[in-house]
């Protein structure tokens, strides 16, 4: 395993910058945010024997693997796409562009419904959500390494 991880650190610290790098990096970073999110099913679980789980529907371990899969995708999507996020058109649309697919992923782990209802959701619920987490990571710097839009118009304190 240490193995795994010296590689993956290996690879991220070459060149952060690239493609490569970028992409490996949101991978392990959104992977680390969806295991964060699995401590709710965790939690429900351990402490409530699971029912909000039944009563969605929803098994544990679809639930915990739907996480560090939408974690894995949106993480790499921003990773390759960083560059579009350093002014505030382009990381409203990177919000966008990696919600949507994780919106539909949420989509699969629900009840069975049309492909084209899902499509239709993932479209509407990521633009209503999107747009402003990708805003708000482009303000707060979050990874936007040299990002200027928040700076140049004076909306950061740095």
Known sequence: MWSA???Y???TSKNPLSGRGRALLGIGTGLLFGALLSLFPVYSVLFHRGAGLSSAGIGFLP?????????????ALVGLLLPLGRRW???LL???ITAVPC?????LLLEPEPLVERVHSSL???AAFGPPLGFYVGICGVGLRGATF???RGLTSA
Do not use: E, T
């Open 124 to 126: 509407v619920l990521g």
């Open 94 to 96: 990177l919000g966008f």
């Open 103 to 107: 919106w539909f992923l949420v989509s």
């Open 63 to 75: 639930l915990v693997l739907g996480y560090l899969s939408m974690g894995a995708l949106g993480g």
């Open 89 to 91: 058109p382009g990381a």
């Open 5 to 7: 991880v010296r590689w």
């Open 150 to 152: 928040g700076k140049a």
């Open 9 to 11: 650190l290996d690879q």
